[in-house]
């Protein structure tokens, strides 16, 4: 299974981004999608996730400024990034878990986007 992230970029502060990231392959079901950035010199982050059924959490850096959601048809996950701060500026990766239609388990990384934030 592979995973095509895109939509960084170039965003002044306050701006808005949104990233998209699509799986691909023999996929029978995706379980887990989640969001990961990794700053310049920093480790890396979870940003959002998000289950098959909608549920979602968020770091809390990010609370009230991103969401996460997905379309299940097209195994398809974003990530709306609103009120973006410098901070905000990272790699953004997406990582997603679930079966193939051969009932095989898989964890797979996408590669990532870069978004950076600046005036």
């Known amino acids: 299974v592979q995973l095509q992230a895109s939509g960084g970029g170039l965003v002044q502060p306050g701006g808005s981004l949104r990233l998209s990231c699509a799986a691909s392959g023999s996929i029978l079901s995706i379980d887990v999608m989640t969001w990961y950035r990794q700053a310049p010199g920093k480790q890396r982050e979870l940003v959002a996730v998000i289950s098959s059924g909608g549920s979602t959490n968020y770091a809390d850096s990010v609370k009230g400024r991103f969401t996460i959601s997905r379309d299940n048809a097209k195994n398809t996950v974003y990530l709306q990034m609103n009120s973006l701060k410098p901070e905000d500026t990272a790699v953004y990766s997406c990582?997603?878990?679930?079966?193939?239609?051969?009932?095989?388990?898989?964890?797979?990384w996408g590669q990532g986007t870069l978004v950076t934030v600046s005036s």
């Open positions: 990582y997603a878990r679930g079966r193939t239609t051969g009932r095989v388990p898989f964890n797979s």
